[in-house]
């Protein structure tokens, strides 16, 4: 009868194992990610665009072609290849410029008086309900599709959610005894922003990174798949799970490999941020879990 | 409770107002003379004018958003510039599909994550609760389209049980109607439920934390009483919240899974006229989109107002 046990009595050391194995499947995961996406700069195994029509429809595990051809001959190796480098390309660059604009509106909302917070905040209370893909039609219906409309969408749509992370964490900074005794010592807004609360939340700046890293590799898929993200000669997965579709049907193996790479490289980044989280913010470890 | 409504609905009529202003301007200044998207490159300059004069779009910036705000205010969504059919008439067809289809989804998802959540949190630190964490983790790394091929494969082709795509309408046969929903719902209701599975399970965590839940087990309940007769109703407040916040991701979500089974919802009607340039039926019909998600929002916050003392009297 444990009747007075706390309802989550997690040991200690259980808790610690379980966040190494998030933090280092993450890394592996996400290091193999990086490295063919590098990789594919210096080699592939053919080119991915120009069609072969001796080559069509191989089967997997064909000898020069590992994981078969598409309805055009063009090698799936070297697609998901090259796949990975738009993933990084409009996946980071979507939420590094949701990065740079979250932590300014984000900093500004913290320590520049009620009415900037009010005015931030609320407005990203209102663009955190407008929902993205549908944003991101609009944009492609007038802007026309490709890699620059996709990144454009997603940091629009990225960075209210960054606003609000930064802004809390900042305050919470802000509210410190150290920013108190800088203040005393004549230190201006902006110098304390920059020297104290910035290296303060670079943990939790991080980690937001990593998981929007993630979510916009999915959203960029979804969009390459309904076709106003990336088009050819660039490659995307979503883009190769479409041509799949239209071409030669749903149950053939091309359906999987790019499915397969887009669910090992978002998991891997999300264990990561999730894994960063636990060692970079002891504070937040509760919601992470 | 009446000053907080108050305030929740000038936060709806602002938010509204911004979104709307922001869609305009976005489709203005991102895509220039709409007279020139419409008419395509080949255009000649004097068929650019006329169109632009007919359809009023070489009048201020302004006015011309007044006349659209005003419109819409009064129902009337603008029209198609190539076949001249009313947006609303466009719109309306479609939701026969979208609606179902969405609110299927939702509720899926709800259905399986309030228990296996609840269920994670209960056995946090233990190997099932570990398992659970993980399948939520994959759950939400699966592209929702992805989900939807794989069981289009698996039940429509492999199996043959459903079809894999294709609609029939309620009116000619309902049951027909049924089955082609039945993949799309359960894609996007099982992604869905992985991610909320991670909400659920952390408010009520939350909650087997709190005081009350220690002093309901103080006098003699058991966990799962203590829980299920305290803790659940407390825990509603923030996946009340969630469910508003994730009516965004569930828009997204139906917009692709019509794509992937052919279902002629709203999507697939955004989709044709953002490929035909028709960009005040695009513009509308989102509008439309974002309105109904700020209104569901909307009422979530009064919800959360009635149920939690608390909130609505904050300042």
């Known amino acids: 009868m444990t009747v007075t046990a706390p309802a989550v009595a997690v040991p200690k050391r259980r808790r610690r194992l379980d966040l190494n194995a998030s933090l280092v499947v993450g890394v592996v995961l996400t290091i193999g990610f990086l490295a063919i996406a590098i990789i594919s700069f210096f080699w592939l195994p053919s080119n991915p665009n120009i069609p072969n029509i001796k080559a069509r429809m191989m089967p997997p595990f064909s000898p020069d072609h590992w994981l078969g051809t598409d309805g055009l001959g063009r090698d799936i190796v070297a697609q998901l290849m090259v796949g990975a480098r738009t993933s990084i390309?409009?996946?980071?660059?979507?939420?590094?410029?949701?990065?740079?604009?979250?932590?300014?509106?984000?900093?500004?909302?913290?320590?520049?008086?009620?009415?900037?917070?009010?005015?931030?905040?609320?407005?990203?209370?209102i663009l955190l309900s407008i929902p993205g893909m549908v944003t991101a039609l609009v944009l492609a219906a007038t802007m026309g599709s490709g890699a620059f409309t996709t990144i454009l969408a997603l940091s629009a749509f990225f960075t209210p959610s960054f606003t609000r992370v930064i802004r809390s964490a900042a305050m919470?900074?802000?509210?410190?005894?150290?920013?108190?005794?800088?203040?005393?010592?004549?230190?201006?807004r902006l110098f304390i922003l920059a020297r104290h609360v910035i290296p303060n939340i670079a943990g939790v700046m991080i980690v937001q990174f990593t998981l929007y890293f993630a979510a916009g590799i999915l959203t960029e898929a979804g969009l390459s798949y309904l076709g106003v993200g990336v088009t050819r000669p660039s490659i995307s997965w979503?883009?190769?799970?479409?041509?799949?579709?239209?071409?030669?049907?749903?149950?053939?193996?091309?359906?999987?490999?790019?499915?397969?790479?887009?669910?090992?490289?978002?998991?891997?980044?999300?264990?990561?941020?999730?894994?960063?989280?636990?060692?970079l913010d002891p504070k937040l470890k509760r919601r992470s879990a | 409770m009446a000053l907080y409504a108050l305030r929740k609905l000038v936060f709806f009529i602002g938010a509204v107002f911004v979104a709307s202003v922001a869609i305009f301007l976005l489709i203005r200044a991102a895509g220039g003379n709409v007279a020139a998207i419409v008419l395509g490159k080949d255009a000649t300059a004097d068929a650019i004018n006329a169109l632009a004069t007919a359809y009023g779009l070489d009048r201020p910036l302004p006015v011309q958003y007044f006349d659209w705000i005003l419109g819409m205010l009064q129902g009337d969504l603008g029209?198609?510039?190539?076949?001249?059919?009313?947006?609303?008439?466009?719109?309306?067809?479609r939701l026969s599909v979208s609606i179902p289809l969405a609110l299927s989804g939702l509720l899926l998802g709800l259905i399986i994550a309030i228990p296996v959540g609840t269920y994670a949190a209960r056995n946090v630190g233990k190997p099932s609760g570990a398992v659970l964490a993980l399948i939520s983790?994959?759950?939400?790394?699966?592209?929702?389209?992805?989900?939807?091929?794989?069981?289009?494969?698996?039940?429509?082709?492999?199996?043959?049980?459903?079809?894999?795509?294709?609609?029939?309408?309620?009116?000619?046969?309902?049951?027909?109607?049924?089955?082609?929903?039945?993949?799309?719902?359960?894609?996007?209701?099982?992604?869905?439920?992985?991610?909320?599975?991670?909400?659920?399970?952390?408010?009520?965590?939350?909650?087997?934390?709190?005081?009350?839940?220690?002093?309901?087990?103080?006098?003699?309940?058991?966990?799962?009483?203590?829980?299920?007769?305290?803790?659940?109703?407390?825990?509603?407040?923030?996946?009340?919240?969630?469910?508003?916040?994730?009516i965004a991701e569930l828009i997204g979500g139906t917009v692709i899974i019509e794509m992937v089974f052919?279902?002629?919802?709203?999507?697939?009607?955004?989709?044709?006229?953002?490929?035909?340039?028709?960009?005040?039926?695009?513009?509308?019909?989102?509008?439309?989109?974002?309105?109904?998600?700020?209104f569901v929002n909307f009422v979530v916050d009064l919800l959360y107002g009635i149920l939690d003392p608390r909130i609505r009297n904050a300042t």
């Open chain 2, 137 to 246: 983790q994959i759950g939400i790394a699966i592209p929702v389209f992805w989900a939807g091929i794989l069981l289009s494969v698996l039940f429509g082709v492999r199996l043959g049980w459903l079809p894999t795509g294709g609609w029939v309408d309620w009116s000619q046969d309902w049951v027909g109607s049924i089955r082609s929903l039945v993949l799309p719902v359960l894609s996007l209701g099982l992604i869905m439920a992985a991610v909320l599975i991670r909400y659920v399970r952390s408010a009520v965590l939350d909650v087997m934390n709190q005081d009350y839940v220690r002093t309901a087990r103080a006098v003699g309940m058991t966990r799962t009483q203590a829980l299920l007769q305290v803790g659940l109703r407390n825990a509603a407040l923030p996946i009340v919240t969630i469910v508003g916040l994730q």
């Open chain 1, 238 to 279: 979503g883009m190769m799970l479409n041509e799949a579709q239209q071409t030669v049907g749903i149950s053939s193996p091309l359906a999987i490999w790019p499915g397969l790479a887009i669910v090992f490289v978002v998991l891997g980044l999300n264990l990561l941020g999730d894994g960063l989280r636990d060692v």
């Open chain 2, 79 to 93: 029209q198609s510039f190539r076949t001249k059919e009313a947006v609303a008439d466009l719109v309306v067809g």
């Open chain 2, 262 to 294: 052919s279902l002629p919802g709203l999507s697939r009607m955004i989709l044709a006229n953002v490929a035909a340039r028709e960009v005040i039926v695009v513009q509308s019909t989102v509008m439309l989109i974002i309105v109904f998600v700020i």
């Open chain 1, 172 to 188: 919470g900074v802000l509210q410190e005894d150290f920013i108190t005794s800088a203040k005393l010592y004549g230190r201006g």
């Open chain 1, 89 to 125: 390309l409009v996946g980071a660059g979507g939420a590094s410029i949701a990065l740079v604009l979250g932590t300014i509106t984000g900093l500004v909302a913290a320590a520049y008086g009620k009415f900037a917070d009010e005015a931030i905040s609320r407005g990203a209370d």
